[in-house]
């Protein structure tokens, strides 16, 4: 069964820091492109950053781009966001997924990953 997981949610006050992990099973993870969304009420899921298969190459939205590090491990099958410097706009339900097309072109879009997590909730306090 294809499956992501993700932890590390949870409230920090602004400039605070958090760090969230996906567990992924079901799939041959090394080949695939991992991808984390995010969410806000009334907004549509927005692009945050991704890693692609080895050599893994990321890309980032510019508004995370310098305090947001993504990277993975292919053993333990898990990709995990850093987060730092949170801000209150961060404040979202973020998402990890999945892209197993095998390509080294990060996609951006949401309809290019074929597998999501739940979410996990980030909530930034002022």
């Known amino acids: 069964q294809v499956q992501l997981v993700e932890s590390g949610g949870g409230l920090v006050q602004a400039g605070g820091s958090l760090r969230l992990s996906c567990a992924a099973s079901?799939?041959?993870?090394?080949?695939?492109?991992m991808g984390w969304f995010r969410q806000a009420p009334g907004k549509e899921r927005e692009f945050v950053a991704a890693?692609?298969?080895?050599?893994?190459?990321?890309a980032y939205s510019d508004s995370v781009k310098g305090r947001f590090t993504i990277s993975r491990d292919n053993e333990k099958k898990t990709v995990s966001l850093q987060m730092n410097s949170l801000k209150p706009e961060d404040t979202a339900l973020y998402y990890c997924?999945?892209?197993?097309?095998?390509?080294?072109?990060?996609?951006?879009?949401?309809?290019?990953?074929?597998?999501w997590g739940l979410g996990t909730q980030v909530t930034v306090s002022s």
């Open positions: 890693i692609s298969r080895p050599p893994s190459l990321t």
């Open positions: 997924a999945a892209d197993t097309t095998s390509t080294l072109r990060i996609a951006k879009m949401s309809y290019n990953y074929h597998t």
């Open positions: 079901g799939f041959t993870f090394r080949g695939a492109t």
